[in-house]
């Protein structure tokens, strides 16, 4: 789910992979299944277009001239949704309205400020009024403009959408040379540019998310096609990529690899290629075959051999969104894919059972795991997981439902207790129960905040799944501490310690603030069926994408 650990370059010390003959087996392996529908279909996945039209080749070596076209129906996509995409109720009470007007009025100044100052650039520096480019996107620009289409979007903040619509459309270059996280391109680029098709039907949203897509499939070239972390977006020719550099021996990050499903499912749904699905279909066969320890899924598995390479395991950092993914590839598959749901299940019981702690004060934490040593901390991007066991909770038997909701309610109170203990009212990067300490950061280097989502993350599905005020309210004390501490003259700014008041700003907008965290606290504040979870999935950049209805009948009014 996240990289933000020390990165070293990763070409360096890696072995370069250029596609030996082992995936070259494999490819075919795959294509020879292509005019099969694939065994978890990508959301009302057609093997064959409406007038018989075979799939598309794309990144399958066919030059683009020779593809036969392939059409999705984007009116009939529409028309399966049960809810209008921005809701449809009346309007709700004045002071929820006005608290929604409040965080979309954030959003403007944050889009506001990294327009006037670093439109094109991926974030924004809003002390320095300048942009930031970075090294994670591979020469991709302008992060924040694709992630936050959507958000304006919703937002209905038309002018500033268009200003981003243009801005893809006339300058989002692809032709790009460099060194690119897969991970982050995939959930900001890729994401984001589906989810900005999925609402508008804007054409031009899809065909950069499929010509993306495409650039990302030389890393999936390895002996078991598991993929590196890191590729050359412009070097599609040998199909370069590499593992980060700090990743031991080579290995890939589970959080990483098993963060492309949705994405990968909805490039085939959308171009009628089977080779998206059918590469994280495989990564889900391989770590079926792996044997997992306790029932673990460790963080580092080797892309040559299919196997861990060391037993670090976490639902934060390194681990996380790899178990978001699997519950949501089960909803996003319409409760269809049950492999899914299996493994999810599975997985958090051995979690449960593992890493499940209660501190001497009576709060619910998840440790980290290393070789069967626990480390009693939390990391922030572990508090997605309140969110995430709460929206499993919903589907599973009865007697477990009352279980999880509560495991849920438990953990996201922790993650707002981490939040309460500290002085700025925003929670540290990561925080421990130990030696007396319960829910703090212990160490300087673990008490910052980069306008991270994820403790907002888990209010929002609490609080549609039980109503309880709370969450609005803690969601509340959140837009007042980002208000007083982060907001700055020219956009929002992480702070390097949420311990003091006396500012203490990093200088950095990140692109996930509007993508996820402005985007979860409006939400927070409108009705249930504005985005509705019985239509949506959100994707870890909170990108939402559709579920697979294949009952068209059932359709109610939409927009
Ligand atoms: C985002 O890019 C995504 O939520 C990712 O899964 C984790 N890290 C950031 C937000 O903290």
Known sequence: RDTELPRSPPAAAEPRHASPAAPRRLREKLRSRSSAPAAHTAPASRPQGPDGERPAEVGTGAPRESRAPFHFDYERFRQSLRHPVRGGRPDQDPDTRARKMKIKEMMKFAWDNYKQYALGKNELRPLTKNGHIGNMFGGLRGATVVDALDTLYIMELEEEFQEAKKWVEKSFDLNVNGEA?????????????????????????????????????????TPTGIPRGVINLGRQDTGMSWSWGWASAGSSILAEFGTLHLEFLHLTELSGNPVFAEKVLNIRKVLKRVEKPQGLYP????????????????????????????????????????????????????????????????????????????????????????????????????????????????????????????????????????????????????????LRPEVVESYVYMWRLTHDVKYRQWGWEVVKALEKHCRVEAGFSGIRDVYTTVPTHDNMQQSFFLAETLKYLYLLFCEDDVLSLDDWVFNTEAHPLPVNHSNFKAKASVQ
């Open 299 to 450: 963080n580092f598995l080797s892309p040559v051999t299919g196997n861990w390479v060391q037993h670090h395991v976490s639902i934060g950092g390194l681990g996380d969104s790899f178990y978001e993914y699997l519950i949501k590839s089960w909803l996003m598959s319409d409760k269809k894919d049950s492999e899914a749901k299996k493994m999810y299940d599975d997985a958090l019981e051995a979690i449960e059972k593992h890493l499940v702690k209660k501190s001497a004060g009576g709060l619910t934490y998840i440790a980290e795991w290393r070789g069967g040593i626990l480390d009693h901390k939390m990391g922030h991007l572990a508090c997605f997981s309140g969110g995430m066991i709460a929206l499993g909770a919903e589907h599973a038997g009865e007697e477990r439902r009352q279980h999880y909701m509560d495991l849920a309610a438990e953990i996201t109170n922790t993650c707002h207790e981490s939040y309460a203990r500290s002085d700025t009212k925003l929670g540290p990067e990561a925080f421990r129960f130990d030696a007396g300490t319960e829910a703090m950061a212990t160490r300087l280097s673990e008490r910052y905040y980069i």
């Open 181 to 221: 996280s897969l991970f982050e391109v995939n959930i900001r680029y890729v994401g984001g540019l589906l989810a900005a098709y999925y609402l508008t039907g804007e054409e031009v949203f899809k065909s950069k998310a499929l010509e993306l897509g495409e650039k990302l499939l030389p890393a999936f070239n």
